[in-house]
C-alpha cells in the first residue's frame, strides 16, 4: 500500500454507518457458525498521528439493531438470556489508547460496556486506504476482529448437548469493516471564528456619519476664523457709542 501522509489521516472522522459493518460470529452447536450484525451504530475518532496522547475513538451500538437472518433467534438475543436489550439498550465503546503499531496497524484499546459490565480491551485494526468518493467526502477505510468471551461480560446463558458440549459457543469474534468520513467542520469553524473576530473588531469601532464629520470641521474653521478675523463695524460703533455715553455721565 502507498503510504499516507499523516496530515491526510489527522483529524476527525464521522462513521458511515450505511457502508460499515460491526457484526459477529460464533460456533452453533459444535459443528457451524452463526454470523450477525447491528444495523444501528454511529461513531466517531479524532486520529493525531504525531501525538497518540490527542487520539481517542468512541462508538454506540444499540442492541435491539441485532440481525442474524432469523427473527426467533433475533429476539432470543434481545431477551434477558442474552442482551436484556430492554434494560440495556447500548452497547458503548471508549478507547482509552490509540496506537499507531506500523505503517498500516493500529491497536485501539479502551472500555467496552455490554449489559452492565464494563472491560478493557484491545482492537487491533488495519487501515485499508483513503479515497475520496463522488461527492468529494474524504473516506477512510478500516477492519479487524478480536476474539473475545462473552461470558466476561455476563452474557452466559446456554444448553448442554445431549452427546456433550454446548449450544453457543462462549467464545464470539467480533468482526469489524469501518468506513469513516472525514469532518471539515473544524477547519470550517476555524475560519468562521477568524471573520467573527474580524468583525467584532469593526463593530466595536466608534462610527461617526459623514454629517458630523462635516459639523465638526466647520465649527473648528469658525472657530480659528473667529480667533484672527478683526472686529466687524458693528462692534466698532458699539464701542464708540458706549464711551460717549460714559462721558456724558462724566
Do not use: C
Request: cysteine-free.
Amino acid at each position: 500500500m502507498t503510504d499516507v501522509d499523516n496530515s491526510q489521516l489527522s483529524g476527525t472522522w464521522t462513521l458511515d454507518p450505511s457502508h460499515s459493518r460491526i457484526g459477529f460470529n460464533s460456533r452453533h452447536a459444535m459443528v457451524t457458525k452463526v454470523r450477525g450484525a447491528f444495523n444501528d451504530i454511529s461513531g466517531r475518532a479524532v486520529l493525531d498521528l504525531e501525538d497518540a496522547d490527542a487520539s481517542h475513538v468512541e462508538v454506540d451500538v444499540r442492541m435491539d439493531s441485532i440481525d442474524t437472518r432469523a427473527a426467533q433467534r433475533d429476539e432470543h438475543l434481545r431477551s434477558a438470556d442474552f442482551f436484556d436489550v430492554a434494560q440495556y439498550p447500548l452497547m458503548t465503546f471508549r478507547s482509552t489508547h490509540v496506537e499507531e503499531v506500523d505503517d498500516n496497524g493500529f491497536i485501539v484499546t479502551g472500555d467496552l460496556t455490554i449489559r452492565d459490565t464494563t472491560r478493557t480491551m484491545s482492537i487491533p485494526l488495519s487501515f485499508v486506504g483513503l479515497a475520496e468518493d463522488p461527492f468529494g467526502n474524504l473516506r477512510a477505510g478500516f477492519e479487524g476482529t478480536r476474539r473475545i468471551d462473552r461470558r466476561d461480560w455476563g452474557v452466559s446463558w446456554n444448553t448442554p448437548l445431549d452427546k456433550g458440549g454446548l449450544l453457543v459457543s462462549d467464545k464470539i469474534v467480533l468482526e469489524f469493516e469501518l468506513s469513516l468520513i472525514k469532518d471539515p467542520v473544524a477547519a470550517d469553524a476555524a475560519t468562521e471564528t477568524s471573520a467573527d473576530s474580524d468583525d467584532e473588531l469593526i463593530d466595536s469601532a466608534p462610527l461617526t456619519s459623514d454629517a458630523e464629520h462635516g459639523d465638526a470641521a466647520a465649527e473648528a474653521s469658525h472657530e480659528e476664523f473667529s480667533a484672527y478675523a478683526p472686529p466687524s463695524s458693528t462692534e466698532g460703533e458699539n464701542a464708540e457709542h458706549g464711551d460717549g455715553h460714559e462721558e456724558h455721565r462724566g
